[in-house]
């Protein structure tokens, strides 16, 4: 059974929320059984040795094969009725009710994240991924979270934007002690406000950030009508630093990041937005990186109707094409999808679309490199980095023709194969893909990709002869 056919089932199936957290778990962390109640043997071990991490290469790599694919929409549990967010690359978090309260089961724990193809971190993150799963409730409802500490050091669960008592808004120190390794404490609260949030720790925040512990919390209104569409996405957005050929984020870094994702993922490795033509669309973005993202949408204009402050009065809702999210925030922009195609969604700092990339490149444009990149490449791997670029930095998307190889575990800084040729990106890019819909098409065949859009016979920019 692949992840798309095990969701499905565990669409209908989950009502036992410890059984799909552990197995949706499962497809990417093999080192925990999520099912077992913990035992001393899931006592967190101390930092592994280089030589335990190259040895358990090989059980990463096969558990992180299992790559996630976008979850078909499932239908909300029982109760009120609401169009199911979709986070993809991701999971929704499943729910148990006891006695009319919501009950969740978050486990932090290390994880192995697949950022794309050839490429594996050490993460830290909740129930076996990173970002965590989706929170997704109803306004009014009273929500209990068991969060359970499986990373080596204390942790503790903040939820931003959340209206509730100020003992339960995770703030290590300051309203609850740390969670400390191995234990378990209970958050509840009533969710009092709909519209888009986040959660992520407040204990050593600035590490258990930069190693992948976050995830969004979505609150659907009482009334079903009120901000209804038909599709509805949510991604984080990440700033990681990765050197080329080593597995784990540097988390004391700062500033100068090199890779960046959504929801812990980069292109090629995003799936697509697959919607029908004509469908509302909702795209719900949270910002916990260090700096903001200029997000971009091709090919339709959007209104942004939501921030983790609340819904904008559609009086009050403005027109962009692109929406600058500010560190620490969320915005949900809406549209109607009516162009049919494979339209781009990205962050426009183009350094935000590539793979790793040294800050120290020498400007090189316009200088003769000869064959001398090669010869020092040879002697020095890294250089490889460095004297790119004489006649632009197209030439990146093809190393392995000029007789160049990555360094292990390391993603190009430009990449991906489109219909018409090198798409040249990396990093926080994915597309939306607009089809018409044509019976027996339905929600949930559309949560599978339909492959390149087919440009109707002279629709597509062409060499003038
Ligand atoms: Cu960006």
Known sequence: ????????????????????????????????????????????????????????????????????????????????????????????????????????????????????????????????????????????????????????????????????????????????????????????????????????????????????????????????????????????????????????????????????????????GIDSMVVRKGDRVRIRIGNLTMTNHPMHLHGHEFKVACTDGGWVPPTAQWPEVTIDMPVGAVRAVEFIADEEGDWAFHCHKSHHTMGPMGHAIPNMMGVDQGSTVKTIAELFPSYMYMPMGSAGMAEMQDMAAMGMTLPENTLPMMTGEGQYGPIEMGGMFTTLKVRPDTPPASRQLLAADPGDYQHPKGTVAFEMK
């Not at 148990?96 to 309260?101: F, I, L, N, R, Y």
């Open 1 to 268: 059974m692949n992840r798309r056919q095990f969701f499905r089932k565990g669409g209908a199936l989950a009502s036992s929320a410890i059984l799909i957290a552990g197995s949706s778990a499962h497809a990417q962390n093999h080192q925990h059984d999520h099912a077992a109640k913990p035992t001393p043997t899931d006592a967190p071990k101390p930092a592994e040795s280089a030589s335990e991490r190259s040895r358990g290469l090989g059980l990463w790599k096969e558990a992180a094969s299992a790559s996630p694919l976008t979850q078909a929409p499932i239908k909300p549990q029982h109760g009120q009725r609401y169009t199911p967010v979709i986070t993809p690359n991701g999971a929704t978090l499943p729910w148990k009710m006891v006695d009319g309260v919501k009950e969740f089961r978050l486990t932090a724990e290390p994880v192995v994240r697949e950022f794309a193809p050839g490429m594996l971190a050490h993460c830290w993150g909740y129930n076996g991924m990173t970002p965590g799963p989706t929170i997704e409730v109803v306004e009014g409802d009273r929500v209990r979270f068991f969060v359970t500490n499986k990373l080596p050091e204390h942790t503790s669960i903040h939820w931003h934007g959340q209206r509730l008592p100020n003992g339960m808004d995770g703030v290590g120190g300051l309203t609850q002690p740390h969670i400390d390794p191995g234990k378990t404490f209970v958050y509840e609260f009533t969710v009092r406000r709909s519209g888009t949030f986040m959660y992520h720790p407040h204990s050593d925040e600035m590490v258990q950030m930069a190693m992948g512990m976050m995830g969004m919390f979505v609150v659907h209104p009482k009334n079903p009508r009120e901000h209804a569409v038909d599709r509805d996405f949510c991604f984080l957005l990440q700033s990681w630093k990765i050197e080329p050929g080593t597995y784990t984020p540097n988390t004391v870094e700062m500033l100068d990041f090199n890779l960046w994702s959504l929801n812990s993922r980069t292109f090629p």
